[in-house]
């Protein structure tokens, strides 16, 4: 089945194939959701999980919007990879959202959080944000208390990056940004982090077990030639 145009862009230049590979769902969904919150220079910026197939794209692209970033994972490895990738690395696991509010922001909380871990963490991500903040999150299927919303005056984006597909509305604006994230690549400032261990096709089940152990960095990607 032929590809439809308004849904790609040339590959970034400087990039490998299996790097090129890892950036359009994940890409898109990090640029959408920091574009719809209107990151620009200067913010604060807290992406959630930000070592993970989106969160690490998320980061790098908020750096590229001149932000200043930080990310929270776990010590080790993922924090190492994210100070790599240009974030100030927050361990999730011993600091807590009021302390790192406090220590990074003086207590105003963070312009704009992009949660890559969604769901119950949502409610770290309102306790995170500042007033009239922004939040944008790719995990949203739970029932949450928005009081902390509503008494900080939040906005709240949702981003589901299927919906062109789905609903064949404004197909077009994948191959716009796949376009625009190609130009950041090429300029050096987005590059996709391949998990190490490769799969083939007939391994597609254990790629999938290995995203799911939460052992993965950044992306996993599957050899289908």
């Given at each position: 089945?032929p590809?439809?145009?308004?849904?790609?862009?040339h590959?970034p230049?400087?990039?490998?194939?299996?790097?090129?590979a890892?950036?359009p769902?994940?890409g898109i969904?990090?640029?959408?959701?920091?574009?719809r919150a209107?990151t620009?220079?200067?913010?604060k910026?807290l992406?959630?999980?930000?070592s993970?197939?989106v969160?690490?794209?998320?980061?790098q692209?908020?750096?590229?919007?001149?932000?200043?970033?930080f990310a929270t994972?776990?010590a080790?490895?993922q924090?190492?990879?994210?100070?790599k990738?240009?974030?100030?690395?927050?361990d999730?696991?011993?600091?807590?959202v009021e302390?790192?509010?406090?220590?990074?922001?003086q207590?105003?909380g963070?312009?704009?959080?992009?949660?890559s871990?969604?769901?119950?963490?949502?409610k770290?991500?309102?306790?995170a944000?500042a007033l009239?903040g922004?939040?944008?999150?790719?995990?949203?299927?739970?029932?949450?208390?928005?009081?902390?919303a509503?008494?900080?005056?939040?906005?709240?984006?949702?981003?589901?990056?299927?919906?062109?597909?789905?609903?064949?509305?404004?197909r077009?604006e994948?191959?716009?940004?796949?376009?625009?994230?190609?130009?950041?690549a090429?300029?050096?400032a987005?590059?996709p982090v391949?998990?190490p261990?490769?799969?083939?096709l007939s391994q597609?089940g254990?790629?999938?077990a290995?995203l799911a152990s939460g052992?993965?960095?950044?992306?996993?990607?599957?050899?289908v030639i």
């Amino acid at each position: 089945m032929p590809a439809d145009a308004k849904l790609i862009a040339h590959k970034p230049k400087n990039l490998s194939m299996r790097e090129a590979a890892a950036i359009p769902l994940a890409g898109i969904t990090a640029y959408e959701g920091l574009v719809r919150a209107g990151t620009s220079a200067g913010q604060k910026v807290l992406v959630h999980g930000g070592s993970g197939g989106v969160g690490h794209l998320a980061l790098q692209i908020a750096n590229h919007m001149d932000a200043e970033v930080f990310a929270t994972g776990r010590a080790g490895e993922q924090a190492q990879l994210m100070e790599k990738l240009g974030a100030t690395a927050i361990d999730f696991t011993s600091e807590s959202v009021e302390d790192y509010v406090a220590k990074y922001t003086q207590g105003a909380g963070f312009d704009v959080v992009y949660d890559s871990v969604g769901g119950e963490n949502l409610k770290n991500s309102m306790d995170a944000a500042a007033l009239n903040g922004q939040i944008a999150t790719t995990v949203s299927l739970l029932e949450l208390d928005l009081s902390t919303a509503h008494f900080k005056g939040l906005s709240l984006h949702v981003v589901f990056m299927l919906i062109p597909m789905i609903h064949n509305f404004k197909r077009e604006e994948h191959g716009q940004i796949l376009a625009e994230l190609a130009k950041i690549a090429e300029a050096g400032a987005l590059v996709p982090v391949v998990d190490p261990k490769t799969f083939d096709l007939s391994q597609a089940g254990d790629a999938h077990a290995h995203l799911a152990s939460g052992q993965a960095i950044g992306k996993v990607v599957v050899n289908v030639i």
